[in-house]
């Protein structure tokens, strides 16, 4: 069974990433206190990702890698942005997605750290290689798939330890 973290405390949102997902782009700020140092839209949004990507549910691993390789080459640019920031939010329909997709299976936690994401992640990517999708308790649309491959790869390339679900 998977223990999940604690949101952010409010001494470590003084400087924070937002990333909120939206259909067809999503929005990546850094925020210290009330003050955006940096904004600038990404180009990929969860709809987006799919209908580049994901076309069937569950995806199938060529389109994981597909989707990954698009996700990479839009993330990396942002990494010098948003280095040293202290944590990362989740907005709008990514986080959206995601909390209401873990909750059938038992997990209503609003923070996770980056071995969970991993770990949720990886279990997605065994039911696109073939595992019965009736042994996980996680949907098979694309659409949470790409919600969680986006935020899977902010996290891993812009080294974010933590994710708060802000919905």
Do not use: W
Request: aromatic share 6%; with cysteine; glycine share 6%.
């Amino acid at each position: 069974m998977m223990t999940f973290s604690k949101p952010l405390s409010q001494a470590a949102t003084a400087d924070v990433t937002v990333l909120e997902m939206r259909a067809d782009t999503s929005l990546v700020q850094r925020v210290a206190g009330s003050q955006t140092l940096f904004c600038t839209e990404f180009p990929l949004g969860v709809d987006s990702l799919v209908r580049e990507s994901l076309r069937y549910g569950p995806p199938r691993p060529i389109e994981l890698e597909h989707a990954i390789e698009l996700t990479e080459e839009a993330v990396m640019p942002l990494a010098a942005q948003f280095a040293g920031s202290l944590g990362l939010i989740l907005k709008g329909l990514g986080a959206s997605l995601i909390a209401r997709s873990l909750q059938p299976g038992g997990i209503a936690q609003t923070a996770l750290i980056l071995d969970e994401v991993e770990s949720l992640f990886n279990r997605l990517v065994a039911v696109s290689q073939g595992r019965p999708a009736s042994q996980e308790t996680l949907p098979t649309n694309a659409r949470f798939y790409a919600a969680m491959l986006m935020l899977r790869e902010f996290m891993h390339h812009l080294n974010f330890a933590q994710v708060t679900l802000q919905i």
